[in-house]
């Protein structure tokens, strides 16, 4: 089963298993980590799943889509690793994958 790496603003990290097929989103609500909130329930149409994805890890996921790209454009901070983790589906070549979250997404 791949591991995901989600690391929030203060460098606290949670490391979750994640089922082949599942978006990393849905892996880190599953496992309850602090900063997704997924509102839209992953349907990309509210940012608060957003997360930079680590950059050594960029290559290994597929582009944005027009749809999440706008919506992207939407949230705070972004970066250019900005994407909604509802977006991105969980295969055996993300194992280990990192995803930072965003100081406007810290749980408190």
Same mark, same amino acid.
Request: proline share 7%; net charge negative.
């Given at each position: 089963m791949?591991k995901?790496?989600?690391i929030?603003?203060?460098?606290?990290?949670?490391e979750?298993?994640?089922a082949?097929?599942q978006s990393?989103?849905?892996? &880190?609500m599953?496992?309850?980590?602090?900063?997704i909130?997924?509102?839209?329930?992953g349907?990309?149409?509210? &940012?608060?799943?957003?997360? +930079?994805?680590?950059?050594a890890?960029l290559a290994?996921?597929?582009p !944005?889509d &027009?749809?999440?790209?706008g919506m992207?454009?939407c949230? +705070?901070h972004?970066k250019p690793n900005?994407?909604?983790?509802?977006?991105?589906?969980?295969?055996? &070549?993300?194992?280990?994958l990192?995803v930072?979250? !965003?100081v406007?997404q810290?749980s408190?």
């Amino acid at each position: 089963m791949p591991k995901i790496k989600f690391i929030e603003a203060d460098g606290k990290e949670h490391e979750v298993d994640a089922a082949e097929g599942q978006s990393v989103m849905q892996a &880190a609500m599953d496992n309850l980590v602090p900063g997704i909130v997924a509102e839209c329930g992953g349907f990309a149409s509210c &940012a608060t799943c957003h997360g +930079y994805v680590d950059e050594a890890w960029l290559a290994k996921v597929p582009p !944005p889509d &027009a749809a999440e790209e706008g919506m992207i454009a939407c949230a +705070y901070h972004v970066k250019p690793n900005s994407r909604l983790t509802c977006q991105l589906t969980v295969t055996p &070549a993300l194992d280990g994958l990192v995803v930072r979250l !965003p100081v406007s997404q810290t749980s408190e």
